[in-house]
Protein backbone atom coordinates (compact mmCIF):
# COMPACT_ATOMS: atom_id res chain seq x y z
CA UNK A 1 0.00 0.00 0.00
CA UNK A 2 1.41 3.41 -0.86
CA UNK A 3 1.70 5.91 1.70
CA UNK A 4 -0.19 9.00 1.47
CA UNK A 5 2.13 12.22 1.61
CA UNK A 6 0.05 13.14 5.21
CA UNK A 7 1.05 9.80 6.56
CA UNK A 8 4.50 10.41 5.97
CA UNK A 9 4.30 13.83 7.25
CA UNK A 10 2.33 11.82 10.82
CA UNK A 11 5.54 9.26 10.64
CA UNK A 12 7.85 11.54 10.65
CA UNK A 13 6.48 13.87 13.21
CA UNK A 14 5.75 10.81 15.53
CA UNK A 15 9.79 10.07 15.37
CA UNK A 16 10.71 13.12 16.33
CA UNK A 17 8.23 13.34 19.16
CA UNK A 18 9.82 9.62 20.43
CA UNK A 19 13.29 11.67 19.84
CA UNK A 20 12.06 14.45 21.99
CA UNK A 21 11.27 11.87 24.57
CA UNK A 22 14.10 10.32 24.72
CA UNK A 23 15.74 13.36 25.40
CA UNK A 24 13.62 14.37 28.49
CA UNK A 25 14.55 10.59 30.35
CA UNK A 26 12.33 8.15 28.61
CA UNK A 27 14.65 5.15 28.72
CA UNK A 28 12.25 2.22 28.08
CA UNK A 29 12.87 1.45 23.86
CA UNK A 30 9.75 -0.20 24.21
CA UNK A 31 8.07 2.34 25.56
CA UNK A 32 9.14 4.43 22.51
CA UNK A 33 8.56 2.35 19.96
CA UNK A 34 5.13 1.83 21.42
CA UNK A 35 4.59 5.76 21.14
CA UNK A 36 6.11 5.63 17.76
CA UNK A 37 3.89 2.69 16.78
CA UNK A 38 0.11 4.96 17.83
CA UNK A 39 -1.36 7.04 15.26
CA UNK A 40 -2.02 9.89 17.72
CA UNK A 41 -3.38 12.30 15.48
CA UNK A 42 -6.62 9.65 15.07
CA UNK A 43 -7.13 10.56 18.78
CA UNK A 44 -7.77 14.00 18.21
CA UNK A 45 -10.35 15.99 16.96
CA UNK A 46 -9.70 17.27 13.00
CA UNK A 47 -9.05 20.55 14.20
CA UNK A 48 -6.26 19.74 16.68
CA UNK A 49 -4.68 17.35 14.04
CA UNK A 50 -1.60 19.98 13.17
CA UNK A 51 -0.56 20.11 16.66
CA UNK A 52 -1.32 16.03 17.54
CA UNK A 53 2.33 15.16 17.68
CA UNK A 54 3.35 18.60 19.99
CA UNK A 55 4.19 17.13 23.38
CA UNK A 56 1.47 19.17 24.95
CA UNK A 57 -1.95 17.78 26.38
CA UNK A 58 -5.06 18.67 24.01
CA UNK A 59 -8.70 19.05 24.39
CA UNK A 60 -11.80 15.64 23.31
CA UNK A 61 -14.28 17.16 24.93
CA UNK A 62 -16.61 17.02 28.05
CA UNK A 63 -13.72 18.90 29.86
CA UNK A 64 -11.24 15.80 29.21
CA UNK A 65 -8.15 15.88 27.83
CA UNK A 66 -5.58 13.45 26.02
CA UNK A 67 -2.89 13.37 27.76
CA UNK A 68 0.85 14.94 26.60
CA UNK A 69 2.86 12.33 25.66
CA UNK A 70 5.60 12.55 28.01
CA UNK A 71 3.25 11.72 30.68
CA UNK A 72 1.95 8.47 28.47
CA UNK A 73 5.46 7.67 28.20
CA UNK A 74 6.04 8.20 31.71
CA UNK A 75 3.21 6.12 33.52
CA UNK A 76 4.34 3.68 30.84
CA UNK A 77 7.93 3.25 31.52
CA UNK A 78 6.66 2.95 35.74
CA UNK A 79 4.10 0.47 35.09
CA UNK A 80 6.92 -1.81 33.34
CA UNK A 81 4.31 -3.55 31.49
CA UNK A 82 5.74 -7.48 30.65
CA UNK A 83 3.59 -9.74 27.26
CA UNK A 84 0.58 -10.57 28.32
CA UNK A 85 0.41 -8.13 31.69
CA UNK A 86 -3.41 -7.55 33.05
CA UNK A 87 -3.69 -3.94 32.99
CA UNK A 88 -6.62 -1.80 34.19
CA UNK A 89 -6.49 1.54 33.06
CA UNK A 90 -8.78 3.79 35.22
CA UNK A 91 -10.08 7.28 32.60
CA UNK A 92 -10.24 5.78 28.77
CA UNK A 93 -10.33 9.20 27.81
CA UNK A 94 -9.64 9.48 23.69
CA UNK A 95 -8.07 5.64 23.86
CA UNK A 96 -4.35 7.01 23.60
CA UNK A 97 -2.86 5.72 26.72
CA UNK A 98 -4.80 1.89 25.78
CA UNK A 99 -3.60 2.18 22.42
CA UNK A 100 -0.20 2.48 23.89
CA UNK A 101 -0.41 -0.21 25.76
CA UNK A 102 -1.68 -2.84 23.77
CA UNK A 103 1.52 -2.10 21.80
CA UNK A 104 3.33 -3.35 24.61
CA UNK A 105 1.10 -6.65 24.82
CA UNK A 106 -0.81 -5.85 27.62
CA UNK A 107 -4.37 -7.12 28.26
CA UNK A 108 -6.12 -3.84 28.64
CA UNK A 109 -9.07 -3.08 30.75
CA UNK A 110 -10.38 0.53 30.76
CA UNK A 111 -12.94 2.27 32.92
CA UNK A 112 -14.39 5.56 31.81
CA UNK A 113 -16.91 7.45 33.57
CA UNK A 114 -18.37 9.65 30.48
CA UNK A 115 -20.10 7.38 28.54
CA UNK A 116 -20.65 9.34 25.38
CA UNK A 117 -16.40 9.57 25.44
CA UNK A 118 -16.41 6.12 26.15
CA UNK A 119 -18.50 5.17 22.96
CA UNK A 120 -16.42 7.16 20.66
CA UNK A 121 -13.46 5.55 21.75
CA UNK A 122 -14.32 2.48 21.91
CA UNK A 123 -15.27 2.94 18.22
CA UNK A 124 -12.11 4.04 17.42
CA UNK A 125 -9.85 1.52 19.38
CA UNK A 126 -11.85 -0.97 17.50
CA UNK A 127 -11.55 0.30 13.93
CA UNK A 128 -7.69 0.12 15.04
CA UNK A 129 -7.70 -3.11 16.12
CA UNK A 130 -6.67 -2.57 19.56
CA UNK A 131 -8.36 -4.91 21.89
CA UNK A 132 -9.80 -3.41 24.89
CA UNK A 133 -12.64 -4.35 27.05
CA UNK A 134 -13.93 -1.18 28.67
CA UNK A 135 -16.72 -0.28 30.78
CA UNK A 136 -18.53 2.63 31.69
CA UNK A 137 -18.09 3.35 35.57
CA UNK A 138 -16.78 4.72 38.49
CA UNK A 139 -12.54 3.88 38.42
CA UNK A 140 -12.16 4.45 41.88
CA UNK A 141 -14.18 1.55 42.62
CA UNK A 142 -12.14 -0.63 40.04
CA UNK A 143 -13.01 -3.14 38.11
CA UNK A 144 -13.06 -6.21 40.36
CA UNK A 145 -14.43 -8.85 37.69
CA UNK A 146 -10.72 -9.37 35.90
CA UNK A 147 -8.79 -8.61 39.46
CA UNK A 148 -6.22 -9.32 40.19
CA UNK A 149 -4.04 -7.04 37.92
CA UNK A 150 -0.21 -6.77 37.11
CA UNK A 151 -0.53 -2.94 36.97
CA UNK A 152 -3.44 -0.34 37.43
CA UNK A 153 -2.79 3.28 35.79
CA UNK A 154 -4.70 6.27 36.82
CA UNK A 155 -4.95 8.78 34.28
CA UNK A 156 -6.96 11.31 36.56
CA UNK A 157 -5.85 13.12 39.70
CA UNK A 158 -6.72 11.83 42.99
CA UNK A 159 -6.73 13.21 46.13
CA UNK A 160 -5.84 9.83 47.99
CA UNK A 161 -5.57 6.44 46.73
CA UNK A 162 -8.42 4.37 46.77
CA UNK A 163 -8.70 1.59 48.51
CA UNK A 164 -10.19 -0.34 45.87
CA UNK A 165 -7.31 -0.34 43.45
CA UNK A 166 -4.86 -1.54 46.13
CA UNK A 167 -7.25 -4.67 47.09
CA UNK A 168 -7.37 -5.41 43.32
CA UNK A 169 -3.67 -5.22 42.38
CA UNK A 170 -1.89 -8.74 42.24
CA UNK A 171 0.21 -9.14 45.06
CA UNK A 172 4.07 -10.60 44.90
CA UNK A 173 4.40 -14.27 45.28
CA UNK A 174 6.48 -17.17 44.41
CA UNK A 175 5.34 -17.15 40.73
CA UNK A 176 4.29 -13.42 40.38
CA UNK A 177 6.23 -10.15 40.86
CA UNK A 178 4.31 -7.38 42.64
CA UNK A 179 1.72 -5.62 40.78
CA UNK A 180 1.95 -1.87 40.54
CA UNK A 181 -0.29 1.05 40.82
CA UNK A 182 0.89 4.37 39.00
CA UNK A 183 -0.97 6.79 39.98
CA UNK A 184 -1.04 11.12 40.37
CA UNK A 185 -1.99 12.10 43.79
CA UNK A 186 -2.66 15.59 44.99
CA UNK A 187 -4.61 18.71 44.87
CA UNK A 188 -6.11 20.15 41.86
CA UNK A 189 -2.97 22.13 41.63
CA UNK A 190 -0.87 19.30 41.04
CA UNK A 191 -0.25 16.14 41.65
CA UNK A 192 2.96 13.74 42.53
CA UNK A 193 3.34 10.87 40.65
CA UNK A 194 2.71 7.88 42.90
CA UNK A 195 4.23 4.22 42.35
CA UNK A 196 2.98 1.51 44.54
CA UNK A 197 4.57 -2.08 44.56
CA UNK A 198 2.21 -4.60 46.02
CA UNK A 199 4.93 -6.85 47.50
CA UNK A 200 2.65 -9.04 49.48
CA UNK A 201 -1.16 -9.88 51.07
CA UNK A 202 -0.52 -8.13 54.15
CA UNK A 203 -2.23 -4.59 54.44
CA UNK A 204 1.56 -3.48 55.05
CA UNK A 205 3.15 -5.37 52.10
CA UNK A 206 3.14 -1.75 49.71
CA UNK A 207 6.18 -0.11 48.99
CA UNK A 208 5.65 3.41 47.80
CA UNK A 209 7.81 6.17 45.59
CA UNK A 210 6.84 9.35 44.52
CA UNK A 211 8.25 10.87 41.53
CA UNK A 212 7.56 14.32 39.84
CA UNK A 213 4.67 16.23 39.97
CA UNK A 214 1.96 16.58 37.05
CA UNK A 215 -1.58 18.26 36.66
CA UNK A 216 -4.10 16.19 35.30
CA UNK A 217 -8.36 16.51 35.25
CA UNK A 218 -9.64 15.51 38.85
CA UNK A 219 -10.25 11.65 39.67
CA UNK A 220 -14.23 11.64 40.45
CA UNK A 221 -15.55 9.08 43.12
CA UNK A 222 -19.23 9.19 42.13
CA UNK A 223 -20.36 8.06 45.96
CA UNK A 224 -18.28 11.76 47.02
CA UNK A 225 -19.58 13.71 44.04
Known amino acids: MVESRDERKFRRQRQQLVDQLRQRGIADERVLQAINAVPR ?82 ALLDQLGYRVTTKHGDGTKGWPSFAPYDGIVVTAGATEIPDALIEQLRAADDTHRAGRLVIPVGSSGGQTMTLIRKTGTGPHDLEREEFHSFRFVPLVDEDKA
Not at 42 to 58: G, I, S
Not at 69 to 96: M, N
Not at 98 to 105: D, P, R, S, T
Open 41 to 122: HLFVEDAMQPRAYADEALPIGLNQTISQPFTVAYQSELLEVREHDRILEVGTGSGYQAAVLCELGARVFSIERHEPLLQRTR
